[in-house]
């Protein structure tokens, strides 16, 4: 059964009512929701755009997850007040993580460079400083 944000975000409204769902402090449910249906609809978007990557490149769907989650991990990434370079030097760094585990280097590229606008190709840099530097 396919689910809709909109019905992701009722469920969640009805948790929060019926208190198995802890609110926010100063109790203003309405920003609570608007900021969960703000996240749902990211997470949405982003998952369509990887899929259409991952079915354009052929992957098969059995490995998809792995592949929404290492979306996911640049998505947490660029929320965070880093500079570009430190961004691209963590997901490079990921992005050998997920190919240690299986995964296809150029679809992971794909993902970073179209959903993200970074390019993750070429050689991890070298985080030490070399001797002749100091």
């Not at 948790?15 to 402090?25: H, I």
């Not at 309405?30 to 998952?47: D, F, K, N």
């Not at 500079?83 to 993580?97: I, K, N, P, S």
């Given at each position: ?20 769902m802890p609110g926010r402090v100063d109790g203003d449910r309405e920003v609570q ?102």
């Amino acid at each position: 059964m396919a689910k809709t944000i909109d019905r992701i975000c009722e469920k969640y409204e009805l948790k929060l009512r019926t208190g198995r769902m802890p609110g926010r402090v100063d109790g203003d449910r309405e920003v609570q929701i608007a900021a969960y249906r703000r996240g749902a609809e990211r997470a949405e978007a982003l998952r369509s755009a990887v899929a259409a990557i991952l079915d354009r490149e052929g992957v098969p769907s059995i490995y998809w997850a792995y592949y929404y989650d290492f979306g996911r991990q640049l998505a947490k990434m660029r929320i965070k007040d880093w500079t570009l370079e430190t961004l691209l030097l963590e997901a490079r760094m990921q992005l050998e993580v997920w190919v240690a585990r299986g995964l296809k280097r150029l679809v992971l590229e794909h993902v970073g460079l179209e959903c993200f606008d970074l390019d993750l190709t070429g050689p991890l840099p070298s985080l030490a400083m070399s001797a002749g530097r100091s």
